[in-house]
C-alpha cells in the first residue's frame, strides 16, 4: 500500500516562499502522476499542480501559474512544490495525491492521498 508523506508547510509572511515534499513509500511506486491540491477553511478542494511521473508534463492552476513550481525525483520517489510569492489567499491545507490513471486532471481520480500539511501566509 502506497503511503505518502508531506512536509514542509508552515507560517511565513505574503511575499515569501515554502518548499512542500512529498514522499511516497511503502510499495511500487506507479503512479501516472502526482499532484498538489489545497482546501482552506469553509472551500473545496482545489488542484494546484500536477506533475506525470514518467513523461514530466506539467499543470498549473491558474492562481498560481508563475509562483509555484512543481518538481520530481523518480530515483527518491519525492514530488516537491516551491511556493514563491505567497499571497494570503495561499493559506490553506496543502495535500499530496497520486493517481493510477491518465485522467490526471481529475481529482476525483487521485486514489492515495496523504495527511496534509498547513501552510499559513500572513499578511
Given at each position: 500500500q502506497?503511503?505518502l508523506v508531506?512536509s514542509?508547510?508552515g507560517l511565513?509572511?505574503?511575499?515569501?516562499?515554502l518548499?512542500?515534499?512529498?514522499?511516497?513509500?511503502?510499495g511500487a511506486f506507479?503512479a501516472?502522476?502526482?499532484?498538489?491540491?489545497?482546501q482552506?477553511?469553509?472551500q473545496?478542494?482545489?488542484l494546484?499542480a500536477?506533475?506525470?511521473?514518467?513523461?514530466?508534463?506539467?499543470?498549473?492552476?491558474?492562481?498560481?501559474?508563475?509562483?509555484?513550481?512543481?518538481?520530481k525525483?523518480?530515483?527518491?520517489n519525492?514530488?516537491?512544490?516551491?511556493m514563491?510569492?505567497?499571497?494570503?489567499?495561499?493559506?490553506?491545507f496543502?495535500?499530496?495525491?497520486?493517481t493510477?490513471?491518465?485522467a490526471?486532471?481529475?481529482g476525483?481520480?487521485?486514489?492515495?492521498?496523504?495527511?496534509?500539511?498547513?501552510?499559513?501566509v500572513?499578511?
Amino acid at each position: 500500500q502506497v503511503q505518502l508523506v508531506e512536509s514542509g508547510g508552515g507560517l511565513v509572511q505574503a511575499g515569501g516562499s515554502l518548499r512542500l515534499s512529498c514522499a511516497a513509500s511503502g510499495g511500487a511506486f506507479n503512479a501516472y502522476a502526482v499532484a498538489w491540491f489545497r482546501q482552506a477553511l469553509g472551500q473545496e478542494r482545489a488542484l494546484v499542480a500536477a506533475i506525470t511521473w514518467s513523461g514530466g508534463r506539467r499543470y498549473y492552476a491558474t492562481p498560481v501559474k508563475d509562483r509555484f513550481t512543481i518538481s520530481k525525483d523518480n530515483a527518491k520517489n519525492t514530488v516537491s512544490l516551491q511556493m514563491n510569492s505567497l499571497k494570503p489567499e495561499d493559506a490553506a491545507f496543502y495535500y499530496c495525491a497520486a493517481t493510477t490513471t491518465t485522467a490526471w486532471l481529475n481529482g476525483n481520480d487521485y486514489k492515495y492521498w496523504g495527511q496534509g500539511t498547513q501552510v499559513s501566509v500572513s499578511s
